[in-house]
């Protein structure tokens, strides 16, 4: 479970997202027809969310949202389907999937979980699987989404400590992580202060946006007086790498 406390995440409408970039009016009555497809007949997401790009088109909408990716949430909104089934048809969707489709899936997460909540079985962690699994791949924009509301929600702490450093890694930026200002901690800090040593001792810079994290728990003083001691290192480029470090660390 995630950390005692933690407040909710809202989801991101995607009937918003449409309503300020209206679709076209032959793709705007499909996906009403897809709607009510479905809520008459569950089956029928697994033929028209695959359908949704061709239909709907993929232009940017916001931060957030892809044309496809909205109709695709919306689609899944539309399941009469609580708790188990829909996870369920949420993996079968997703495994069954293109990184389009997956990415869609993991957007819709808080949506479909703030919508059973008010009644029938709620989703709850019943759709972490798709969101570890997620993680295990390298996608860079389907781990993006995996770390959406749902996944910072719901992710225990030391997985979720884990997904923010393979996304250092990945060079994917923080601030498109869900959650982070709330579920950064001291361990989390340590984390990312070992990461700043091994970048530091190869001579290499260090991305800028860690360092909010790093700065803001107890790991920051013994970093500190570990990069003043790369500043005498023999090799140059570490040197330079330790001074530059100090500077994003004041």
Not at 34 to 39: L, P, T
Not at 49 to 78: I, K, N, Q, S, Y
Not at 104 to 130: I, K, M, N, Q
Request: hydrophobic fraction near 50%; glycine fraction near 6%; aromatic fraction near 4%.
């Amino acid at each position: 479970m995630a950390s005692l406390g933690m407040p909710a995440f809202p989801p991101p409408d995607p009937r918003t997202a449409l309503s300020r970039h209206p679709l076209e009016p032959a793709a705007r009555s499909w996906l009403a027809d897809a709607e009510a497809r479905i809520a008459a007949r569950p089956a029928a997401v697994r033929a028209l969310f695959p359908a949704a790009r061709r239909h709907c088109g993929r232009a940017r909408l916001d931060a957030h949202w892809t044309a496809d990716e909205a109709a695709r949430a919306v689609l899944l909104t539309a399941l009469p389907l609580t708790g188990g089934p829909l996870a369920t048809e949420l993996a079968g969707l997703f495994r069954h999937g293109d990184p389009a489709e997956q990415r869609a899936v993991l957007r819709a997460l808080p949506l479909l979980d703030a919508s059973t909540e008010a009644g029938g079985e709620p989703l709850a962690d019943l759709a972490l699987p798709l969101v570890r699994e997620a993680l295990r791949g390298n996608d860079s924009h389907v781990i993006e989404a995996a770390l959406g509301p749902y996944g910072a929600a719901r992710l225990p702490d030391a997985e979720y400590r884990q997904a923010v450093l393979k996304c250092v890694f990945q060079e994917i930026p923080l601030d498109r992580i869900a959650g982070l200002d709330f579920r950064a901690d001291a361990e989390l800090a340590r984390m990312l202060a070992d990461f700043v040593r091994e970048r530091v001792a190869a001579g290499r810079d260090v991305p800028h946006d860690i360092w909010p994290v790093v700065r803001a728990h107890p790991a920051r003083a013994a970093l500190v007086e570990g990069l003043t001691a790369e500043t005498r290192a023999a090799v140059p480029e570490r040197r330079e790498a330790a001074v530059r470090a100090l500077k994003e660390l004041q």
